[in-house]
């Protein structure tokens, strides 16, 4: 099963920077949004931000808002996520899916997730 590859985690210092991609080479990208999440340690799942395939709609967690932002090439079908500014508390590994409907108010990610790529934040 083709999956999702995530990558550009690694250590930062806090206030510093960096850019999550996801690949979907091989998936049907065109016509899904897509989004990130990340599991802290010890935590549950979390949504962090989506966005839509053609209307515009775009979602922040409001603790990110300012901080991150999410973005997409079709033409790679690459997904990416900069972060700057980062915290202790961004530390988690991080995860995107490329196939996110939105209804409803909600989002809904499929059940194909790649490996993550770790994010260790220090202050």
């Known amino acids: 099963q083709v999956r999702p590859v995530e990558s550009g985690g690694g250590s930062v210092q806090a206030g510093g920077s960096l850019r999550l991609s996801c690949a979907a080479s091989?998936?049907?990208?065109?016509?899904?949004?897509t989004a990130w999440f990340r599991q802290a340690p010890g935590k549950e799942y979390e949504l962090l931000a989506a966005?839509?395939?053609?209307?515009?709609?775009?979602y922040y967690l409001d603790s990110l808002k300012g901080r991150f932002t999410i973005s997409r090439d079709n033409v790679t079908n690459t997904v990416y996520l900069q972060m700057n500014n980062v915290k202790p508390e961004d530390t988690a590994i991080y995860y995107c899916?490329?196939?996110?409907?939105?209804?409803?108010?909600?989002?809904?990610?499929?059940?194909?997730w790649g490996r993550g790529t770790p994010v260790y934040v220090s202050s």
């Open positions: 899916n490329t196939r996110v409907t939105y209804y409803d108010g909600r989002w809904y990610p499929d059940t194909n």
């Open positions: 091989g998936l049907t990208f065109s016509g899904y949004g």
């Open positions: 966005s839509t395939w053609s209307d515009g709609r775009v």
